[in-house]
């Protein structure tokens, strides 16, 4: 009690007004330093941010060359895309063409059909599916490969080829030609391909695998269907060979194939996995 009746007689209004003014400063002090204090921390966050970002931009820099040369080459492909892949409205340009490139070759067209585009849920692209029935010779690889660089954009699928007699065959395509889907009133700047010359590329040899020299026999008149007859629900062919006459039936061995069918005009042979059809008189 004596104590804070002592601590009491010494203070004085100029002590109080002292100790006032220090809590003032002190918090004056504080209500300046905090705010300022975060936002310097705030601060070196922006500026490592900064000092990142323009690490970033002198790697651009260095490298604005090759991005150059990027989107060149990309603008270049693009104009070859517009040039060589066709749009919806192109579609009749381009079975016109197929029918011109057959014609050049000496190759009938026994159909050439397709069914309605179907367009990919962007609506950005199509694909027109085709099949594609002719008669042919050993030019065959010749006509594909010239098929496919007149036109880049068609996906051949399955090709199907069938030996006619006499170096002809009969070849179906199964593919799918992708397009573009173009506005009404766009710029077309496809370019319909021409047909250049014709290529002697024929057929080779080994073109059925390991097994050719057993299919050549076949597909060169070594053995000829005669004739087929058909008893109820079984049917009989009639095979020529050498001189030699024989009836064959399903499951048969004829040389170094096996029957795996017979229809009323064709013998459809298996040698080692390559399947071949003879047809009467073939």
Known sequence: MLQLNSIR???????????????MAAAVFLGRFLPVKSQTAGLDTELRHLADTEQQLLRVVEHKSTYEN???ELEDNLRTLAQTVPSQYNFSYVLRAVEELSAEYGFTIHTLEHIPIRVSQDGRTGVFPLTLELEVDDRVPAYL??????????????VSLTYLGENRFGLVVDGELHVVMAAPGDEQTWQLPQVAEVEAAQLPVQAFGVAFERVGTFLNGGFRVLGIVETGSERTALVSHAGAKSWVRVGDQLGSAVIRGISPTTVVLDVDGVQLELTIGG
């Open 145 to 158: 490969s010239h098929l496919q660089r007149a036109f880049p954009s068609l996906s051949i699928d399955l």
């Open 70 to 72: 990027r989107l060149q």
């Open 9 to 23: 007689e010494k203070l004085t209004w100029q002590t109080v007004l002292i100790v006032a003014l220090y809590v």
